[in-house]
């Protein structure tokens, strides 16, 4: 009731922190960890792009989750003659200054050549499709050490040279995605 939460009986491992959530509202701003102890001069520090360690008996807390208000939502149809059968929608910071932030990636697979991606932070965004394979980016995009994955997507897309403003609140739902732009 309060935003608490508690996970039980995590295996000694490596992790990374995923939020979903219900209201397409809503966008993931920021997922940081707050310094041990009573140190309130230090920052919480941004784990999204580390993999946080955790040891038999530890027992973590001070993890922030940072909603924000004002998502925006991005569906449409793919046109073309001939649509791939497995393909995704990705959507890659175009802001030279958003380059490396893992929260603002999104992607999303096509199904019977319509697509919809949620829960999207405002700003400015490269749109790409590319065919879903067993390397696909959209399964690593958001992993810590995936850095080559992201700066590929980002190349990729930039290369593509389709971009889309999304305002804070912007429901954009009949947008028309020609595959010429992709790298298919």
């Known amino acids: 009731s309060q935003g608490n939460f508690t996970i039980r009986n995590l295996a000694a491992s490596q992790y990374y922190f995923v ?24 920052k919480p ?14 027992k973590l807390s001070g993890l922030i989750v940072t909603l924000a208000q004002g998502a925006a939502l991005f569906q449409g149809q793919i046109e073309g003659e001939t649509i791939p059968e497995k393909l995704v929608v ?5 802001e030279r200054e958003a380059a490396d932030e893992l929260l603002r990636f999104y992607g999303g697979p096509v199904s019977e050549g319509k697509f919809g991606l949620y829960n999207i932070a405002p700003g400015r965004y ?7 394979g067993d390397n696909a980016p959209l399964t690593k995009m958001r992993v810590p050490d ?10 990729d897309a930039e290369a593509a040279k389709m971009e889309i403003e999304l305002k804070p609140c912007q429901s954009v739902t009949d947008f028309k995605l020609p595959l010429k732009g992709s790298s298919i």
Do not use: C, H
């Open 19 to 42: 939020a979903r959530f219900p209201a397409r509202s809503w966008f993931l701003k920021s997922i940081a960890m707050s310094p041990p102890g009573n140190a309130k001069d230090r």
């Open 45 to 58: 520090s941004n784990v999204t792009r580390v993999w946080t360690t955790v040891k038999t008996g530890d």
């Open 90 to 94: 990705y959507l890659v910071p175009s």
């Open 126 to 132: 490269w749109i790409l499709t590319q065919p879903a």
């Open 146 to 155: 995936e850095t080559e994955t992201r700066a590929r997507l980002r190349r």
